[in-house]
């Protein structure tokens, strides 16, 4: 399991969504660790929960086959790769980051690496369903974190709590309704 | 110490973190770069960049690097900043293990279940928001050039933004192939 998960994690640039095909291939047609619908049901949860995504991927396919040891060893195995990959870069970038070519490349890499980070907003936004009437949420979140030095992780938990009330308030509201019919 | 802060760090990385890496680097880019001082704006951008080439994903990127550089920078051997970078990534990983163990055999029922379905209409636009404010945040004079005293810099990292920025979205380039084309405009142009 370990040396799968290895490969899993190894073999997946960018991390994320990017591994789910490969995982997908290895653990249900090759491995059959997991059926097909197992491994949507894993999908969801791994989604829903905080932590890295391809990690709870790993750690819930291992609890699911076989309780936690082989939790912690899935986990691990999709780490693995990517640890001695930045330690070596890392200690190659100590040396070498003060090298005028590697400078040089940086300041074209740069202004990239932010246009990449700005595009999934985009994607997102029609995955998450914005519309005009909650299209204040992301700006009003983006503003707080850039301009008054909120920390995102009061941002994070106001949406969770304001989700749950929302939610019990709607929920509320439609028990009411049927009451009445 | 150093090695007391980066658990506390990252721990609150790992359990705060919903919505894939990128929603987890304003998070990152807060207690790192603002709070710690363990990496510097552009070094943070340069993780990034490297994340996005490497397997793996970026929060564990992001953690090994941080975690054998701040060690490094405090006056540690490079074996103890190996250890550093390890712990680190550890760090990321525990608290959400856990949960997921606690969880692992309710959480099916659960997680579609309208209580979370609703949690989560109001967690994605912000996260959206989370990712937003990363992007502008690292939109500095540190990664693109001061406008009035680096006019060229300026003008050609804007000129490499908006080629990134549309090759990604209307072409589908992939974004390694982006940051590789970038990189050889960069060595080519300064």
Redo the contacts between chains.
Sequence with gaps: MFLTFCKIGAFTLGGGYAMLPIMEREVVDRHHWLTHEEFLDVLAVAQSMPGLFAINMASHIGIRHSGVKSGIICSLGVAFPSIVAILLIAMFFQVFKDNIYVEKIFLGIRPAVVALIASPCFSMARAAHLTLSNIWIPIVCCLLITCFDVSPVWIILAAIIAGFLWGRRRSAKKKNNFDKD | MIFLRLFLVFS?I?????G???AM???IH?EVV?KNHWLTS?EF??I??????????????CA??TG??AV?NDGYP?WVA?LG??FA?LC??W???L???A??KV??RY??S??????????????????????????SAD??GNPSTETF?FV???I??????FG??LFKIH??L??LL??????L??
């Design positions: 609150k790992g359990i705060f973190n919903f894939g890496g990128y680097l304003s998070l807060n603002e552009t951008t340069d990034v960049a490297i994340s996005q080439s490497t397997p793996g994903p970026i929060g564990i990127n090994t690097y054998y550089t490094l490079q190996v970078a390890v990534t990321v990983l608290l959400p293990f949960l997921m163990v969880v692992s959480m099916l997680a579609k309208d209580r979370v379905t609703s949690v989560f209409s109001v967690l994605r636009p912000a996260i959206i928001g989370l990712i937003a404010a990363a992007a502008i945040l690292l939109m990664n693109f810099k050609t990292s804007i490499l933004f908006f080629f990134a920025f990604c979205r974004p390694i982006i940051i970038c990189g050889i405009a960069g060595l142009i300064y």
